[in-house]
């Protein structure tokens, strides 16, 4: 019976959203929906959807307050510095009167655009210098995304992206302004340019949407990638600004993890470049290239939610601006990132900080991994997390389907749950099946205690 409920709210979802119909009463037979509009009733199911948001959230593990709580390895946060950012936040900040007003607060405020495109200039190596007027801020990136969608796609029209990719572009774009997420397939070509062509993978995407009806307005990358950790080669990212520009389409590069990088220099790998730093003249307009930045991440502080757009598009600039309205940020929040990137050398040293740990928490991981003989995505070198290969332990193998909604690969997170492991299935999109995203920025002893668990979890499964 519950399957059956869940897979009528599957096909529901489906439809809902590409129709905007009203959601079959099936969807949640304990919540009365008659009240609501077809968009609410809409957005009421979405809530339902299996496995749609991280597990274990509000019931984390702590050694001493909840030591049976789950370790959440599924959510992309940098708990290595959150020391040095509470005690610096707090022996530094005070408030002004202006922070408590619309003029503190709209955009960012008066100064938080400066200090932020101050920070783009002295970290991203820009071609020509961002300007405070080429930043628009709203409360963090996701209502970004959304702003971005609204403003250069019709519901039906598709943001195309190779995999492997963040799973919540679908939410971010889809939600509300109905973008399709179109998928690239790699086909076994490397996704970041170092070896063989890659945007030929993205011309035979964007074909194919093209004639499935479905008009592709943008092509975006992740850069460094969630969830493999890994950065575009120069020749892709200039690859992907030629391509962008013979279709006439956005050119969008999140580059939210920019700073999380900890090659080493001896990686065979590519290390981060910003579109930003690549001279653009006759590869691609200035109104095609847009870039995502915000304090999530880099400053460990998606608590902040202050994200940025910085383009050059100034049709684009006003379609945002007139929405920014519905998520404007915080002048607490603006006035706090604003001390923080204007104390270069707090900069300096928070970020070098952040580097060493997160390579230490990686190299720890990776040991961990092939000591137990996991396989994972090679050569990261930014970012939270590994992409795990967890295949060998499905049960049922052979019929692994990525659309069927009782699918083995839920079977194993649930198991993994049952343990005291939070990862998310098939949120990070690959082709194959059964790859995770572990989030390895913890502090060491619950690194420690949910790698342990996985351990045993993956042993009694085999
Ligand atoms: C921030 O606080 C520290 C003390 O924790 C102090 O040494 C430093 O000068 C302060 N920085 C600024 C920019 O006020
Ligand atoms: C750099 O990374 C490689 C690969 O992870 C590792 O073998 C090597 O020891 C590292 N070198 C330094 C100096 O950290
Ligand atoms: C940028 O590229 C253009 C076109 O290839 C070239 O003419 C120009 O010299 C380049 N600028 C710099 C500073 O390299
Ligand atoms: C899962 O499928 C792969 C590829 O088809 C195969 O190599 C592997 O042995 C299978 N594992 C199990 C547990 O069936």
Redesign the pocket.
């Known amino acids: 019976m519950l399957k059956k409920i869940v897979t009528l709210l599957l096909c529901g979802f489906a439809e809902a959203t590409q129709l905007l119909q009203p959601a079959p009463s099936l969807f949640v037979n304990s919540v009365d929906m008659s009240t609501l509009s077809q968009r609410g009733a809409k957005s009421a199911a979405l809530q339902h959807v299996p496995w749609r948001f991280a597990p274990g959230g509000n019931n984390r593990y702590d050694k001493d307050k909840n030591p049976t709580g789950v370790v959440a390895f599924a959510t992309a946060e940098n708990n290595l510095v959150q020391d040095e950012l509470v005690k610096y936040v707090n022996d530094n900040i005070t408030f002004q009167a202006t922070d408590f007003l619309y003029r503190g607060s709209t955009n960012g405020g008066a100064k938080f655009p400066k200090a932020m495109a101050s920070h783009i200039n002295a970290f991203f190596k820009p071609f020509s210098p961002v300007q405070a007027s080429d930043l628009i801020t709203t409360s963090g990136l996701t209502p970004m995304h959304h702003l971005t969608a609204l403003s250069i796609g019709d519901p039906g029209d598709g943001i195309l992206v190779g995999r492997p990719i963040y799973g919540r572009f679908e939410l971010d774009f889809g939600n509300v302004a109905g973008l399709k997420i179109v998928y690239a397939d790699m086909d076994g070509v490397d996704p970041f340019g170092e070896n063989g062509d890659v945007i030929e993978r993205y011309e035979i995407a964007f074909e194919k949407a093209l004639k499935s009806g479905i008009k592709v307005k943008a092509v975006m990358i992740v850069n460094p990638n969630n969830p493999t950790g890994r950065c575009y080669t120069k020749d892709a990212l200039v690859g992907l600004m030629k391509f962008a520009q013979k279709h006439k389409i956005h050119l969008i590069s999140d580059e939210v993890y920019a700073l999380s990088t900890f090659d080493n220099k001896t990686s065979r790998y590519s290390s981060f470049t910003s579109v930003l730093s690549i001279n653009r003249t006759n590869l691609i307009s200035d109104d095609l290239l847009h870039v995502f930045y915000g304090m999530s991440k880099d400053f460990g502080a998606a608590g902040l939610k202050l994200g940025c757009i910085v383009t050059q598009d100034a049709a684009l600039k006003d379609a945002i601006s007139s929405n920014t309205r519905f998520s404007g940020p915080s002048g607490m929040s603006a006035a706090i990132a604003t001390k923080i990137l204007e104390d270069k050398a707090f900069v300096s040293s928070f970020i070098t900080l952040s580097r060493e740990r997160i390579r230490d928490a990686y190299v720890y991981t990776t040991k961990f991994l092939d000591e137990i003989g996991v396989q994972y995505w090679k050569g990261g070198n930014a970012g939270f997390f590994i992409y795990i290969d967890l ?4 049960s049922g ?2 019929s692994v389907s990525m659309s069927a909604s009782d699918n083995p690969e839920f079977d194993l997170a649930q198991k993994l749950l049952d343990a005291g492991v939070g990862l998310h299935p098939r949120e990070e999109h690959w082709e194959k099946p059964a790859f995770f995203r572990l989030v390895f920025t913890q502090e060491r002893h619950v690194l420690q205690e949910g790698l342990n668990r996985l351990k045993s979890a993956l042993q009694s499964t085999k």
Do not use: A, E, H, V
Request: aromatic share 16%; proline share 17%; no cysteine.
């Open positions: 295949s060998p332990y499905l193998n052979s």
